[in-house]
């Protein structure tokens, strides 16, 4: 024969289950929100315009900040502020700006250029975002680059940015052809 403590601990832990099972559903409240984070992919395909230091180069959107005497100019840097257009045409609306920094880390090759970078979208969509990006220009016709993270709609951002030199690059204008591919924690807020 059961004790009454044995009687009680067992409708404890049954009780709570037989009421879940006799709830009709219409009285569970659907979620309101994602229980865990939605994750929501864009592909964007941009023109990156970059328009070297040089003093004949009035129009440039980079600066060197030190230039080293190492081999292969290893330690130089350089900050950048380089416009993205949805045309190889740089006089095209500017749709976001590359603002950060590049820097000669080869120390035994040439244009081995880490670059580190802000996205700041100003058009469209994604006006007043950010991704966070870095990677290699390695002075090679393609390449990658890292999307480490985000703000406003690209929150906790993580993809990757493929570039390739444009063939409508010249030395004033060098153009990459970006395809960006890029998952973000849709706001919650907004998906409610």
Not at 1 to 9: E, I, K
Not at 75 to 88: A, F, N
Request: charged share 15%; glycine share 8%; aromatic share 8%.
């Amino acid at each position: 024969m059961a004790s009454p403590f044995g009687v009680l601990v067992c409708l404890l832990i049954v009780l709570p289950q037989i009421l879940a099972i006799s709830s009709p559903i219409d009285k569970i409240a659907p979620l309101k929100t994602c229980q865990f984070p939605c994750m929501t992919e864009v592909n964007l395909h941009l023109f990156l315009h970059q328009f070297v230091d040089g003093p004949n180069n009035p129009n440039r959107n980079e600066e060197t900040l030190l230039q080293a005497s190492f081999p292969f100019g290893f330690g130089t840097t350089i900050v950048h502020d380089w416009t993205l257009t949805e045309t190889t045409n740089s006089r095209d609306t500017v749709v976001a700006r590359v603002q950060g920094v590049h820097v000669q880390a080869g120390l035994t090759k040439p244009n081995r250029w880490y670059t580190t970078h802000n996205i700041e979208f100003q058009q469209g969509r994604f006006a007043g975002s950010t991704l966070q990006v870095m990677g290699i220009t390695a002075g090679l016709e393609s390449g990658q680059w890292s999307i480490v993270g985000g703000t406003g709609q690209f929150i906790m951002a993580q993809g990757i940015i493929s570039f390739t030199n444009h063939p409508a690059s010249t030395f004033e204008d060098g153009i990459k052809e970006l395809n960006i591919r890029v998952r973000f924690t849709r706001d919650i807020t907004q998906a409610a």
